[in-house]
């Protein structure tokens, strides 16, 4: 009883007469939180609580990591309560509160469960990219599960992130004179973020999935030459330009 009324003013945003109640019946919100049958902070982010009042609650949580069991509605955690919703602002203040974007819900990434789920959106997969996503954590199963748009998102923001088009771009219209030796190196580096496995391909085959073979090849510093990298981050660079 006085939880669930704690609950509906959290979730109208009356800090007020939150106060007030909690006063008149002699509780705390740490008491409120730590009753088991429901849990709080992940019920209020999947209701629409405001920032502020999850702020407020987040208070009463030490390790952030963790998965809750809500029964029919299946196991949760609250940073991929937030995540799938495209709650990024949640996201953030969990993350900056010690929530881990690789944390794994019965072994089951971030990216897994929100694309098997239906949850998986252009935004989501960004946000999870530019967070620390650790890519190692994508196999051949996951990444061939994904459409064409996704992959190529994946690799866009992994391997042509900002930085490396920039010192690319600059290295070019500036005509800095830079060895193969050096090139190749930076490149390298940069590419040694993802390992496209021969599993990959493999799966893709099995699959059917033809057209994600063409993708993977394109991506792959074993096939392709720095010449077509660099190319590859010019026409980036330029969407990227549009788009903002």
């Keep these: ?40 902070l992940i019920f209020l982010i999947e209701n629409n609580a405001s920032h502020a009042m999850i702020k407020i609650i987040l208070r009463e949580y030490g390790n952030l990591d963790y998965t809750y069991d809500f029964k029919l509605m299946g196991r949760k955690t609250p940073l991929f309560s937030a995540i799938k919703s495209n709650k990024f602002d949640i996201a953030d203040t969990l993350i900056e509160h010690g929530a881990d974007i690789n944390y794994e819900m019965d072994h089951i990434n971030i990216l897994y469960y929100l694309d098997s789920n ?12 530019n967070n620390g996503f650790d890519i190692y954590n994508i196999d051949s199963y996951i990444i061939n599960g994904l459409s064409l748009e996704f992959i190529n998102i994946i690799f866009r923001y992994t391997l042509y992130d900002n930085c490396f088009i920039i010192n690319l771009i600059r290295c070019s219209k500036q005509n800095i004179p830079i060895s193969n030796n050096e090139l190749n190196n930076m490149i ?11 599993s990959w391909y493999m799966k893709a085959i099995e699959k059917e999935k033809y057209n994600n073979i063409g993708v993977f090849l394109k991506n792959d510093h074993n096939y392709v030459d720095s010449e077509e990298i660099i190319n590859q981050g010019k026409i980036i660079n330029n969407e990227n330009e549009k788009e903002s």
């Design 1 to 40: 009883e006085k939880r669930n009324y704690a609950l509906y003013l959290i979730i109208n945003d009356n800090k007020k007469k939150l106060k007030k109640f909690l006063i008149n019946n002699n509780t705390t919100l740490t008491e409120l939180v730590s009753l088991k049958d429901i849990d709080m």
């Design 118 to 129: 239906g949850l998986l959106n252009k935004e989501n997969l960004k946000y999870i990219l």
């Design 188 to 198: 390298e580096e940069q590419f040694s973020r993802i390992f496209i496995e021969n």
